[in-house]
């Protein structure tokens, strides 16, 4: 099979054209404008078939995807950071409107400060919305997140949107080699959308997202969310199994590397995720028993395949890329519910956040975090969760706040 | 608007489609004026609603529409209306529905939504030529949530964030003056209580395509504190006291359909209302009272002298 370079934006736009999406609502922000530009200039030249509208905002946006979905079309579309959170009412809403669709959201650290570079905060901030969430390592697993997240999304056991995610720049601009599927085997993998009981028409009115009165009828249709992204976990297996069997290529709701014999594990998501194998690599040069293990699906949870993965390890090194004042990160304390009252002796979680707004994780970094966790194996206590930030960083820092604070420095710059 | 079939009040619909019985307040003008509406868009309607009283017209399991509703948000229902629109168009033209299944999408909105908080999305679908009908209940303040002063809330009148002695000190936007600067197919103003000048203007947005808007004063007892016995009379006097001109925009042009030989002094429509009841009592604040007629003389100068033909 030949591979094509492509940013991790453009996987994405190939995703949604092998999809054959039908409506994308759109609205620029950086990293992800690729994307809709790629797609927009794939309708200009006829190669796709699909209606773009451009809407005035996020909230409108994620609004006319919801609701064409919702009226029976694939629809397909994407944000990042401000926008995703600037729609972040209608993810709820669209999401308990049960409109399968997808969005990709190129990650980026969230204001204030501002900035253009990747963390996972602003997708983690969408995390109870009912929407499901793949998060990506690969220009490639963008492409095949985006075709197995339409299968999940319609399903008739699911009907729920869901967020493929990728890192702003490390994916969106970083050229990869890319398998672009074969249009027809992404056909059969994926057929036209079968919309069941969805959609507007006259003769055969519809009520959709009507008020409800009282805690009972409330409590019915948000359990009914929680449920069909529960059924997402159990068919995940067989949409994977089918891709696998199609392309050749595996999507494992949570990919394991070098894990079989590993005492100690780094727990990651998304990009930085391929800094932490290359880590793992110069270990076990070294002769240290260790591995990674990285969710996909981060929503649903797969607690089980979590717990499969993380069985026997002695410690484990949660590497949170986003950060939730007050409390660390969020993914530390995911992983560490899911352990909580397994059988066997339970391994110590040593909790790290790094990779905040792009902020790079060395190599160095992934040895220590290593060393800290396999100490506090050794010891048998976790040991306080610690903010990846060097001396040298401090050092600059100090520098900065030097230039900022001095008198005259608007003056002096460039 | 020679050509309507509604030449005298026995052409209008002898009964409603909208069903009863919903949690509207007695004497709900923006009901009164929704009723007449639906009866003459009928059912091959999608609703596409905002946050606002009228969202609690379809409570599960109940629904008095006979087509289909779509709750949305208060900022988003122009939105939802596009995605339909171009839902429903993607269905068209790929077969999958038959032009006899095709519906209108219809946002229904308060004036919260529609004067603030929605009007960046309205503005998008009117600039984008979406082909829609936008319904706006005006009833002047921030009703579902206990009536605090919104965009359309007129100077002076008292709410639940305006209770001093001068009432609202800001002043109603102009929001039909908003949307003709749009230039969108069709925009009107109509008020439940003038039902004939209602139905021809429902009749003619029903016949054009593009972005429309239906502008409906909604005198509303329990925001604006009157026995909801009155409402048609409060209609009728915001229209006789110039209050609310009934006009139309059509093809470049604003036309009066109903613009009163000789209006009434705005007071007679004021001291019917308790949100105005500060501007009479315990004395005549003449100062206030003066303004508001001054607001209304200076506006219909204005179009006046613009020389706005009068049907
Ligand atoms: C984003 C958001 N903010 C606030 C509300 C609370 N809210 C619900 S209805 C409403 C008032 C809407 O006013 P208007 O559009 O005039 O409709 P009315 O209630 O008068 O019918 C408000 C503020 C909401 N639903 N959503
Ligand atoms: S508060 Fe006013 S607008 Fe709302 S339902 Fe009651 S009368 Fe109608
Ligand atoms: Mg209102």
Not at chain 1, 77 to 105: C, D, H, I, K
Not at chain 1, 217 to 227: A, E, G, I, K, M
Not at chain 2, 278 to 292: A, S, T
Request: neutral net charge.
């Amino acid at each position: 099979m030949s591979r094509t370079m492509l940013t991790g934006n453009v996987a994405a736009a190939w995703g949604a054209r092998l999809a054959g999406i039908e409506y994308l609502p759109a609205f620029p922000i950086t990293p992800q404008t690729e994307i809709i530009e790629t797609i927009s200039r794939w309708i200009e030249t006829g190669e796709m078939d699909c209606r773009m509208t451009t809407l005035e905002s996020e909230h409108s946006m994620v609004t006319a995807a919801g609701a064409a979905a919702a009226a029976g079309v694939r629809v397909f579309t994407a944000t990042s950071s401000q926008g995703l959170l600037y729609g972040m009412e209608m993810l709820y809403t669209t999401a308990g409107w049960r409109a399968p669709f997808v969005l990709v959201n190129v990650s980026r650290g969230l204001s204030s400060p501002i900035t253009l570079e990747p963390d996972h905060n602003d997708i983690l901030a969408a995390r109870d919305s009912g929407f499901l969430q793949l998060h990506c390592a690969t220009c490639q697993e963008v492409l095949d997140g985006v075709l197995v997240a339409y299968r999940l999304a319609e399903d008739e056991r699911v009907r729920l949107p869901v967020i493929v995610n990728m890192d702003g720049f490390h994916l969106s601009f970083t050229r990869e080699p890319v398998e672009i599927t074969d249009a027809a085997a992404a056909a059969r993998f994926l057929p036209p959308f079968d919309p069941g009981n969805l959609g507007f028409r006259a003769g055969a009115p519809l009520s959709e997202a009507v008020a409800v009165l009282g805690g009972s009828p409330y409590s019915y249709f948000r359990y009914q969310v929680h449920l069909a992204a529960l059924n997402a976990e159990a068919v995940f297996p067989s949409i994977a199994g089918e891709f696998h069997r199609a392309f050749g290529r595996p999507f494992p709701a949570v990919e394991t590397y070098r894990c079989d014999d590993a005492e100690v594990v780094f727990v990651m998501m998304g990009s930085f995720a391929t800094k932490a194998k290359a880590a793992v690599d110069r270990l076990r040069e070294a002769g240290e028993a260790v591995g990674l293990v990285r969710p996909v699906m981060l929503r649903p949870f797969p607690s089980a395949a979590l717990r499969e993965a993380l069985a026997g390890k002695r410690g484990i090194a949660v590497v949170d890329q986003n950060l939730s004042p007050g409390r660390g990160g969020v993914l530390h304390t995911e992983i560490s519910a899911a352990l909580q009252g397994c059988a066997g002796p339970s391994p110590v979680l040593a909790s790290f956040v790094g990779g905040l707004g792009g902020r790079e994780i060395a190599s160095e970094e992934f040895c220590e975090m290593a060393a800290v966790a396999r100490r506090a194996a050794a010891e048998g206590r976790a040991p306080e969760p610690r903010l990846l930030f060097t001396e040298a960083e401090r050092k600059e820092m100090r520098n900065l706040q030097a230039i900022a604070l001095a008198r005259g420095a608007r003056e002096r710059r460039p | 608007m020679s050509e309507t079939r509604f030449r005298t009040m026995k052409d209008l619909p002898a009964a409603h489609l909208l069903g009863t019985g919903t949690a509207m307040c007695a004497g709900c003008g923006g009901l009164e004026a929704l009723h007449q509406i639906y009866d003459i868009l009928g059912e091959k309607t999608v609703f596409i609603n905002a946050a606002g009283c009228m969202t609690l017209l379809a409570i599960y399991p109940y629904t008095p529409f006979g087509g289909s509703w779509l709750y949305s948000a208060m900022a988003s229902a122009p939105a939802g209306a596009q995605g339909v629109r171009d839902a429903l168009d993607i269905l068209l033209s790929k077969g999958r529905i038959s032009p006899e299944e095709d519906l209108t999408a219809v946002v229904l909105t308060g004036d919260g939504s529609a004067y603030g908080m929605g009007l960046s999305a309205a503005s998008g679908t009117i600039e984008r030529g979406l082909d829609f009908i936008y319904v706006c209940y005006d009833n002047e303040g921030y009703g579902n949530t206990g009536q605090q002063h919104s965009g359309a809330t007129p100077h002076g009148a008292r709410t639940s964030t305006s209770r001093g002695r001068s009432g609202f000190p800001g002043f109603k936007k102009d929001l039909f003056a908003v949307w003709v600067s749009h230039r969108p197919s069709y925009a009107a103003t109509v008020v439940g209580s003038e039902p004939l000048d209602l139905a021809r203007k429902i009749e003619k947005a029903k016949g054009l395509r593009g972005p429309r808007l239906i502008l409906a004063l909604a005198p509303c007892p329990t925001g604006w504190d009157f026995d909801p016995a009155e409402a048609a009379r409060i209609g009728k006097l915001a229209v006789e006291t110039g209050v609310w001109p009934l006009k139309e925009y059509f093809d470049g042009r604003v036309t009066f359909t109903r613009a009163p030989k000789k209006r009434l002094p705005v007071e007679e429509y004021l001291e019917v209302q308790g949100r105005f009841a500060h501007l009479f009592h315990p004395r005549r604040n003449e100062v206030l009272l003066g303004d508001i007629q001054a607001q209304v003389d200076a506006a219909w100068r204005e179009a006046e002298s613009q020389g706005l033909p009068e049907k």
